[in-house]
T-cell receptor, first 113, second 111 residues
């Protein structure tokens, strides 16, 4: 079982470029999350999707958009990347949202120059 | 912010000693979870404790929850070098399903 798969694992962008981080889970989970992690800080929630077709803002949504394409996939888009978006991005999924265990991907390391 | 705060930020102990990490949060919760992160990896779930529970055990892990003080502690007994990692608490955000993480405690266990 792959669990939660994130692509790409590494990406370097120039300021103003756009890109999409992809996330897919094979556990038939309803809820999916995008977090970012910066050095010395915990994870901060960017967006959350309780179920297919629904999305909700988290703690730090500015500069990001998301798409819950289907039950399996939840993508995160940076329309115009900024150096402040240099971070490690984690996707996670859960069968029952915050009431249960989250399963995490291995992270996508993004550098914006 | 609904984010939990963890204490201490860093902890260094010898193998065989116990490690205790604390987490405080701001609003009422349905549950509190603890996660572990090895360097450069994704987070792994350790234990979930519900708001009506006071203590929970899993192997060498013991978690307590005091809802009156809005705090939780994670105790790792008889620590091993392999326990070296960062540990995070996370709380559900009201009934929205969102899970908000604290800043974490970095634990180093010296052989």
């Amino acid at each position: 079982n792959a669990g939660v798969t994130q692509t790409p694992k590494f990406q370097v962008l120039k300021t103003g470029q756009s890109m999409t981080l992809q996330c897919a889970q094979d556990m038939n989970h309803n809820s999916m999350y995008w977090y970012r992690q910066d050095p010395g800080m915990g994870l901060r929630l960017i967006y959350y999707s309780a179920s297919e077709g629904t999305t909700d803002k988290g703690e730090v949504p500015n500069g990001y958009n998301v798409s819950r394409l289907n039950k399996r996939e939840f993508s995160l888009r940076l329309e115009s990347a900024a150096p402040s978006q240099t971070s490690v991005y984690f996707c996670a999924s859960s069968e029952v949202g915050g009431a249960g265990e989250l399963f995490f991907g291995e992270g996508s390391r993004l550098t914006v120059l | 912010s609904q984010q939990g705060e963890e204490d201490p930020q860093a902890l260094s102990i010898q193998e065989g000693e116990n490690a205790t990490m604390n987490c405080s949060y701001k609003t009422s919760i349905n549950n509190l979870q603890w996660y572990r992160q090895n360097s450069g990896r994704g987070l792994v779930h350790l234990i979930l404790i519900r708001s009506n529970e006071r203590e929970k055990h899993s192997g060498r892990l013991r978690v307590t929850l005091d809802t009156s003080k809005k705090s939780s502690s994670l105790l790792i007994t008889a620590s091993r070098a392999a326990d070296t990692a960062s540990y995070f608490c996370a709380t559900d955000y009201g009934n929205t399903g969102k899970l908000i993480f604290g800043q974490g405690t970095t634990l180093q266990v010296k052989p």
